[in-house]
C-alpha cells in the first residue's frame, strides 16, 4: 500500500536532493530528529485512519510489545 501511495501524483517522497534520511547530516541535528518524528507520526495517523475507513483487519503494536503479543494478536485478527 505503501508503494501505491508514493506513486500518486502530489504523494511521492520528497525531492531526494532536500530529503535527509540522517538527521546528524544537518546543522541542527535535534531540530532534525524532531522533524523525522513527527513525519513518522503523521504517516502512521493516516495508515491507522485509513484502516479504518477501509475497514481493514490491523493490529496496532508499540515498541513495547514482545514477540508472543505480537504473534497470540495477529492470530485473533487473522486466521480466527
Known amino acids: 500500500m505503501a508503494a501505491a501511495i508514493a506513486e500518486l501524483p ?4 520528497g ?8 538527521p546528524r547530516q544537518t546543522s541542527d541535528p ?3 530528529w ?10 502512521t495517523d493516516r495508515m491507522v485512519s485509513e484502516t479504518h475507513r477501509l475497514d481493514l483487519p490491523a493490529i496496532l503494536l508499540d515498541s513495547g510489545s514482545d ?6 494478536q495477529a492470530t485473533r485478527q487473522f486466521v480466527a
Open 34 to 43: 524532531r522533524n523525522l518524528a513527527e513525519r513518522d507520526a503523521m504517516s
Open 30 to 32: 535535534q531540530w532534525a
Open 15 to 22: 525531492t531526494p536532493r532536500f530529503r535527509v534520511d540522517d
Open 67 to 72: 514477540e508472543g503479543a505480537v504473534l497470540a
Open 10 to 13: 502530489g504523494r511521492g517522497t
